[in-house]
């Protein structure tokens, strides 16, 4: 029995050493693989990392830049909207011209528009007395550019101030021009009036005509108003 025993004994021994080398080698792999895996995690977590940081900054930028985009067009927005307030204070100014001066630009336009000199001028309802006053005016710089000019010691005088009218008036009337007429016509205008001639109106309003400067002015307003 002894004998039996020893040999059970012996291959026990060799049987828990096997199984400590199997273990041990099993323990010793699972401890590479477990390095290896975390090894792998810790560079994919570096990788997620690095990309979220990435994409963190690129969307950072995005974000900048389309504030930065933002900010320019309300700049733009409010500088333009500065430019429409400028225009419509010079409408508003050349609405309030005293008298004299708003005559004497309107009679200055009707030259300047008029090409047979026998046109008719239209005006608001309101302003169809100071029309009459910008017909007048407008007709005699109309006569005066067709009129011989006559000498200084000649017109000083009453009679030769007469003389001259007289001179002029019928310069112009053998050169056919000085002959506008106020329209019995009225436009719901905002300040100045159209010249008519026939099927044929050339705007002299006050509002079209500063739109139609806004074009060549806007950069020289904008100069001014945010240099």
């Not at 409010?78 to 508003?92: G, H, M, N, P, T």
């Not at 001259?164 to 016509?185: F, I, N, P, R, Y």
Request: proline content about 2%; overall charge negative.
């Amino acid at each position: 029995m002894d004998g039996i025993e020893k040999i059970i004994g012996r291959i026990s021994d060799d049987a828990r050493e096997e199984i400590d080398g199997v273990l041990a080698e099993a323990n010793a792999q699972a401890a590479e693989l477990t390095a290896a895996y975390e090894a792998q995690a810790a560079e994919a977590a570096e990788g997620i990392l690095a990309r979220g940081k990435k994409a963190a900054g690129e969307r950072e930028e995005r974000l900048a830049a389309v504030a930065q985009l933002e900010c320019r067009k309300n700049e733009l927005a409010a500088k333009q909207e500065v430019i429409e307030e400028a225009f419509a204070l010079a409408l508003k100014k050349l609405q309030e011209l005293p008298e004299a001066e708003a005559v004497a630009l309107l009679a200055d336009l009707a030259v300047q528009a008029s090409t047979t000199g026998k046109e008719q001028l239209i005006f608001s309802a309101e302003d169809r007395e100071l029309g009459k006053k910008v017909v007048s005016a407008a007709n005699e710089k109309l006569a005066r550019k067709v009129a011989p000019e006559l000498p200084g010691e000649l017109t000083g005088s009453k009679v030769g101030a007469v003389l001259d009218k007289v001179v002029t008036g019928a310069s112009a009337l053998l050169a056919g021009t000085g002959m506008l007429t106020l329209s019995e016509q009225t436009r719901p205008t905002k300040g100045g009036f159209i010249l008519s001639n026939g099927d044929v109106e050339v705007n002299c309003t006050f509002d079209t005509l500063i739109r139609l400067q806004k074009g060549t002015l806007a950069g020289q307003v904008a100069k001014v108003l945010f240099d």
